[in-house]
């Protein structure tokens, strides 16, 4: 890449990454390449750069990457809403946890994402130092990140499975104002103060499949008043395979159902991250900044993806399954589609594309004006 090409790539995105010239070519090399290579691990990234240097070089500087450099999380996270125009809207935040093992070492990551339409895209996470579930004070520190970050945003709604529940947790979301809708286990008591506490599959005993039931008045988790959640409001719904989803929230219990329905894309995103599209898990780091590190690449790379499907789709009728979902995720059709802009141009003109993507307006005339090799 000359001179001129980098000091242009730079220019574009030094007023959203702080960093140092060449960290900044650096990180735009190891966006373009998972992009296209649909791969982390780096000796298949140092190949796709297009570089004076030999591979090995490349594979040593992308090294000292992930070695020297800490990204600032809420500049990435800045960053990647504003690459897909999220800012003002009420935004649908999902918590959810991803995990894998690496010989003997369990590799555990809490992830805050946002939902908006066909896209989800994480924002800020955390690398466990453990396996197993998150607690309380790991997911306020994540949310509390969120809310520094982004003070008046507003928020939807915050939705999470049955391991993100507890008494301390659900008050901490109360009080900061953020609408939650927490999906609860059905071995789980609940109480109110004209009916004694129960578990609640025996409040759903005579649901039938596909049978729904909203709970009169406010309920508690728990068996006393001593160790309780603060007031609830509880829907809950017979799935076809029988099995109970039991949903709380402070408020608006009809609508609970279809706002925690949101949460797939989540599973979609993760699938994204992983087999479908980045390939996670065949990393080989461990290092807990390491592991940072390469999620925020990821999360701008996701982001890339999503606002190239996006354009792609433009007013075009998305193809729907059975189950009303899109045949397709916006992140696979966006991938497929930044792989054919990259196709017959060279890296350092598919490193003006995406950037183009990340921190500017795209419209088709602005795409064909790109130069192509």
Known sequence: MNEQQTAALSSLIIDHIRLARSRRETLGWLIASILKAGTVTLTRLAPHIDSAAQTASVHRRLERFFNEVELNEAEVARLVAGALSLAGKPWHLALDRTNWQLGKTDLNIL???????????????????KAGNSNTAERIDLMQTFKNTFPDQPVASLTGDREFVGNTWIEWLQKAGIPHFLRLREDMYVFNREHAPLPLSQHAAWLRNGERLVLKGCWRIGVSENNASPPLRIVMLRLKTGELLTIASQSRPKRALAVYRKRWKIETLFAALKTRGFNLEATHMTDPGKLSTLMALLAMAASAACKVGLWRLGKKQKRLKAHGRPARSLFAFGLDAIRKLFAPRTFAQSLQVLFSFLFGHITENSTHSMPCA
């Open 111 to 129: 992830v805050l994402s946002v939902a908006h339409d066909d896209v989800c895209v994480p924002l800020f996470w955390r690398v466990l130092d």
